[in-house]
Nanobody, 127 residues
């Protein structure tokens, strides 16, 4: 089994920054892809970013390119989402997820591709 625990959410003014963390435990992750998703009230869960645990080019949704950066620390088994230049429309619950079938790459950003999910952390950006 895989357990994912997010942290780092909070309230920030527009233009500010936050760094989300996702601590992973359980099985080894070397072949997994790790993703960040978000869900705003009344909206569907949306893909934000993903990367292979082994490294390589990350994948981002267009709306966060140039503002968000996904990274990981293998020793700490932690994935990060650095969010800069935050906008009110970034307000959502952010979820970390793991795709165990990625075979060292990133299959994509569909929630159904990710088997393991954290509990979510709230990010609120005020205008």
């Amino acid at each position: 089994q895989v357990q994912l625990v997010e942290s780092g959410g909070g309230l920030v003014q527009a233009g500010g920054s936050l760094r989300l963390s996702c601590a992973a435990s359980g099985r080894t992750f070397s072949s997994y892809a790790m993703g960040w998703f978000r869900q705003a009230p009344g909206k569907e869960r949306e893909f934000v970013a993903a990367m292979a645990w082994s490294g390589g080019t990350p994948l981002y949704v267009d709306s966060v390119k140039g503002r968000f950066t996904i990274s990981r620390d293998n020793a700490k088994k932690t994935v990060y989402l650095q969010m800069n230049s935050l906008k009110p429309e970034d307000t959502a619950v952010y979820y970390c997820a793991a795709d165990p079938y990625a075979r060292g790459g990133v299959r994509g950003g569909r929630p159904a591709q990710y088997d393991y999910w954290g509990q979510g952390t709230q990010v609120t950006v005020s205008s």
